[in-house]
């Protein structure tokens, strides 16, 4: 993601020469109305558009009057404009006591800056007494890669505590086990969601991730910002299968302090954590407490869904999608500000994708179906997304493709762009080839470690067989080059991403969106005039599960 860095308002329209789609956008896309849309769903007005909420009501009312207005079909259910997602909410309420005991002594930790705790497994109230905790590297168990961070250890009644990342993050690389997990780009395994999820299954009945921001890829800030509002997960029958009991992250220094008590030393324990025979680690002494009250409930959110029916093969489609939501209302930041208005996370990728549906509206009608999704709860773990894939309204075998937005480029034009995460199929190819025609090159995406591929909504739809991806703005501006880039994403990241200070401003350049947009619609177009079907490459772990769908076509 990106914070703008040029003051440009000038040429806020662009188009590619050469593009190779037949029917080009007969006006553009308009960098105008992106901005237009943006200051609209990032005002305050709209409260943060967290789901559940009077910004939800706002922001989905919003998007269908858009919808009506450009020209689409309601494709939601019963014939409406949304899809009813289903989802479980936890707010802690009131106090939250949370600690350790090292060696007898009572360590107290102050939640939000210490620590970060919470419940997604339905209760009212979550109390834990010393229970024993035990370090458990990464938490990975990778068999396809030769890894088992566990080997048999029973996690019952315990609470572990694991490294984010992947052990490559920080691995040496002459280490002959460097590159198991691809090296710098972060896996699956790396992520929180994994991790949670992996305890959850092994009866865990806690666990807490340490924080550091460079493998992290964000700051406590993002951390503290996130966990602190309200909780959502899918409605499941048996929530415990896949959540252990508490859920938190816990600061480095801190961390540091527990291994300390334990008679350990956490960088050593961190080292000894990226050889393939570790094994877990008691912290003997030590003991965690938590005792906080939680407020559940079900709600319903709704995923936004617009069509323009193709000519020839209607039942085929192309998806255009985008998250509408962000964290809502929250904690005040230095300023006092506690509107978490989202305006590049993600009021920019949707205000993209409404630019995308009315130039393909005002175009003549492509041979497949074209479906442009508002999806819920991203922020919450991808839920809208996770719900859209086991709940299709195209069936999976007839989506030709998932093309993602999740933020666009608001520093102009640039040499480059990629995609989030590591090309797994063959939409890349076509990308790169979409940004040669636009005197452009397509580049890996330039920050691997941050697990982008696998934070997105696209991973949803991937995770299902369909081919996709995330459009990643390029890091090479014609202004300032891949120096001014790099700046601008670590500056957003520091200063704004999760944050009330992610607003939107009247001097974006927005040359670069229009420019990425215009190679997304060439893009698009061609997939949906196409009878070809992209597919993921050998050695994708998605591929099977496309290979199977294919015999659904006919």
Known sequence: MRIALVASAALLTWSATGALAADPAPKGIDGARISQHIKVLASDEFEGRGPATPGETKTVDYLIKQYKAIGLAPAGDKGGWTQAVPLRRFETTGDIKVGFTLNGKPRPLTEQQDVVVHTLVPSTHVAVKNAPLVFIGYGVHAPERHWDDFKGYDLKGKIGVVLINDPDFEMDPKNPLYGRFDGKAMTYYGRWTYKYAEAGKRGALGLLIVHETAPAAYGWNTVKNSNSAPQFDIVRAKPSDLHPKVEGWVQRDVAVELFKAAGLDFDAEKKAAQREDFKPVELKGASFSTDYAVKTSLITSHNVIG?????????????????????????????????????????????????????????????RSLYFIGFTAEEKGLLGSEYYGTHPVVPLAKTVALLNLDGLQLDGLSHDLSSHGVGHSTLDDLMATYAQKQGRVFKPDPHQEEGHFYRADHFSLAKVGVPALTLEGGEDLVKGGVAAGEAAHQNYLKCCYHQPADEWHADWDLNGAVQDLTLYYDLGRDLANARDWPTWKPGSEFKAIRDKTAAERK
């Open 307 to 367: 069509k323009l029916v193709g000519t020839k093969h209607p039942d085929e489609a192309v998806l255009y999608g985008a998250h509408w939501d962000h964290l809502g209302v929250g904690l005040p930041d230095a300023r006092g500000d506690k509107i978490y208005n989202g305006a590049l996370d993600n009021a920019s990728g949707v205000s993209g994708v409404l630019e995308l549906a009315r130039v393909f509206a005002q175009a003549p009608r492509t041979e």
